[in-house]
């Protein structure tokens, strides 16, 4: 029977930052006989841990992108022993800054978040075009779209892609977030969600999968 | 009709000095896209010469007929600091320019690696473009409508941002003194836009800095010290000059930072800003507060400018005047950067709320 204390003992590596720990916490849990999805359930739940702290204040944007990094390289070497995938395991996003807003660092956190928890990410960059969004979500057969805007004008190329969008038979489910972007913004232009920080938009996702 | 440069003048005076003017000043900034939709021209028309500039700012700002006067390319420490950086370290190509809209540097494109952070030269706002031209224009359109230019600093998280993108945030937890050697670069080169400008437009008598870390939804507030306002302080100490603080973020620290600036010897002469929206919040921050000046308050781009109406938008300026006019010391302004997507009629419609409900003594708001 495996000792439990290994797994909490990695959320609390998880909530202090320590990569290298997280690391060999992993090793010392897989020694112990703990498969690869208890222990990514453990982590995910330590990423709750943070997510709840970052929305009460006590953590902050750098806590939060920090953590990301460590998941990040915790699913590197839980993912070649998972038998099976966890409910985001493989699920498809693609994400963007639209056309006219060459802003990344809001979109970069919730790349980092979303593949922190799993997600294939597909990250098209700063100032893509929506037939380029569009074009990239058919292609990867994405499951849900996420845009961020900085600037308003990037808020009217999110409306653009939507359009688009609409008139393709099968059309995933998009998210919009940045400064620019508002719910009521999401509700004039069409899009299925608005989430006022990184946090959340993941939160948002991970209800939609 | 031309707008009345002496009459906003006095106005403004009035309200800066605590006393009654004849009616509540309102000010709106454009942003690059605001400006090129209402001039007719692209950016880099707009920055071709500094006359074309000083000329296209000050029609757009008597089409207006608020009470400040700005530049079509925002004057501040922001995109076209990035530009300047650019240039200065051989990497123009990193600046993306867009025609109607802000152009901006790719995020992280300077900084992207330690040692580019160490070799990162700071540009010479004397020489590098587009900075005498804007300092020009500035100069050009003070001296002909009386109106003072403003000194706009980004110190410095912005900036940070902007050289450095997302992994800044890492550095805050990982390497704050590289984040801090960072932070000292931007700020020796705010020094030399400073002493650019006063050469320019001369000598200024008050500091507007934009400040984007102090923001509980991005850093802490010890940590926006650490990184941003020690700067601040830094600053407006070793050039006596009092502070205007611009935070158009969603949850500033306004009560933290006004005390702690204060503590550290600062003159906090006021603060711009549209957050919180709760008008009562404003309230308890003039009674908290009754010598700061306040050019706001809890009128958002992104709320009754975007989405309403022109109603709309004269009714949420009639709110702001009922609960803050009365107290002086005040300024309509809608926050941030006027952009893309606001119709001009509600742009409009904050000058005639202003001329309906504005005038002092009150009697229509209420």
């Known amino acids: 029977m495996p000792d439990g204390e290994v797994l ?12 290298e720990g997280v690391e060999k916490g992993i090793q010392d849990a897989f020694k112990e006989g703990f498969s690869a999805q208890q222990i990514l359930n453990e982590l995910s739940r330590g990423m709750e841990m943070v997510g709840e702290k970052f929305e009460k204040g006590d953590f902050y944007l750098p806590e939060l992108v920090l953590s990301a990094e460590i998941m990040k390289s915790a699913l590197n070497i839980l993912r070649p022993r998972m038998v099976s995938g966890g409910a985001t395991i493989g699920k ?3 994400l963007a800054s639209p056309k006219g807003d060459v802003h990344d660092i809001g979109k970069n956190i919730v790349g980092g978040l979303l593949e922190g928890n799993g997600f294939d990410v597909h990250d098209l960059g700063i100032d ?18 996420g845009l961020s805007a900085l600037i308003s004008g990037g808020v009217s190329s999110m409306a653009e892609t939507i359009i688009l969008l609409n008139e393709k038979k099968v059309r995933p ?21 608005y989430a006022k920080d990184a946090w959340q938009g993941v939160e948002i996702i991970k209800g939609w999968i | 009709m031309k707008h009345d440069w002496k009459a906003s003048i006095e106005r403004l005076n009035a309200s800066y000095a605590g006393e009654t003017p004849d009616r509540v000043p309102c000010m709106l900034f454009l942003d690059e896209s605001a400006g090129s939709r209402i001039s007719g021209l692209t950016v880099r028309e707009m920055l071709s010469s500094s006359k074309r500039l000083a000329a296209a700012s000050l029609d757009v700002y008597e089409y207006l007929g608020m009470d400040n006067l700005w530049l079509l390319t925002g004057p501040y420490l922001g995109p076209f600091e990035g530009l300047a950086y650019a240039k200065a370290n051989g990497k123009a190509d990193a600046f993306v320019w867009q025609d109607h809209s802000t152009p901006l540097l790719r995020e992280g494109a300077l900084c992207e690696t330690e040692k580019e952070i160490e070799n990162l030269q700071i540009p010479d ?3 590098v473009e587009p900075w005498p031209t804007i300092l020009e224009a500035l100069a050009i359109n003070q001296e002909k409508t009386g109106m003072p230019a403003a000194l706009n600093l980004s110190l410095t998280w912005s900036n940070v941002q902007m050289l450095r993108g997302s992994k800044a945030y890492i550095d805050v937890k990982r390497n704050p003194d590289l984040l801090l050697s960072l932070c000292e670069k931007i700020y020796a080169s705010q020094w030399d836009y400073y002493k650019a400008y006063s050469k320019a437009v ?14 509980a939804h991005m850093l802490s507030f010890e940590d926006a010290w650490k990184f941003e306002g020690q700067f601040m302080a830094r600053f407006c100490k070793a050039t006596g000059l009092p502070l205007y603080i611009h ?12 005390d702690k600036l204060r503590q550290e010897g ?3 002469f006021g603060v711009n800003g549209s957050f919180p929206q709760d008008l009562d919040f404003w309230v308890g921050f003039r009674k908290r507060y009754p010598d700061i000046h306040i050019m706001g308050a809890a009128i958002s781009v992104n709320a009754e400018m975007e989405h309403g109406t022109p109603e709309d938008v004269m009714e949420r300026v009639r709110q702001n005047i009922v609960k803050m006019a009365p107290y002086g010391r005040f300024i309509i302004c809608p926050l941030c950067c006027m952009p893309w997507r606001i119709p001009l009629s509600n742009m409009r419609a904050v000058l005639e709320a202003v001329e309906e409900y504005g005038k002092y003594p009150m009697t229509n708001a209420t």
């Open chain 2, 247 to 258: 935070n158009c973020g969603f949850k500033p620290y306004w009560f933290e930072t006004v």
């Open chain 1, 8 to 19: 909490k003992g990695l959320r609390k590596l998880l909530l202090d930052f320590d990569e």
């Open chain 2, 202 to 215: 001369g000598t200024p008598g008050i500091v507007l800095n934009a400040q984007y870390g102090f923001n």
């Open chain 2, 266 to 268: 600062v003159t906090v």
């Open chain 1, 173 to 193: 489910k998009v998210i919009i977030g940045g400064a620019a972007a508002t719910p009521e913004a999401a509700k004039t232009i069409g899009a299925d969600a």
């Open chain 2, 125 to 127: 706002h004397t020489k």
């Open chain 1, 92 to 94: 498809k996003i693609v």
């Open chain 1, 128 to 145: 893509v075009a929506p037939e380029e969004i569009v074009k990239k979500a058919e292609e990867v057969n994405a499951d849900v779209i």
